[in-house]
């Protein structure tokens, strides 16, 4: 006897990019935290949902301005997409905000380096 839904996934089981992006979507509606955010976005840039990607780590940093992570993430989308300043803008946050010199580092290199989106690896 056969059943139509899928076998349960054991809890440390790896979500697919559009189960991660319905999974955070629907975190940020109960708990619209900064956390759920960041996931979400993680998950769109991973998508190569660029505009997406851009909103939901605009939202990480209006619940939480102290996220160096979303920042990097801001000035890449937005050096891909064309606004130098704001990308440079993100950059200095980073620099401000992280402990972590490797985040640091490939903040400095990565936004200087990415002038359009098909420097992301997509269209």
Known sequence: MSSKQPA??????LLTTEEAIQKYSNAVKTEPTAAN???LGAAYYI???WQDALNAFQKTIE???KQPVAYYYLGILNAAMGNRDKANDALEHVLQLSNNPML???AKTRISQVQSVAD????
Not at 8 to 13: D, E, T
């Open 8 to 13: 349960p996934r054991p809890n440390n089981a």
């Open 37 to 39: 955010y960041l996931e």
């Open 47 to 49: 998508a190569r949902r």
């Open 63 to 65: 619940v939480d301005p």
């Open 104 to 106: 640091k580092a490939q």
């Open 120 to 123: 992301l690896g997509g269209n």
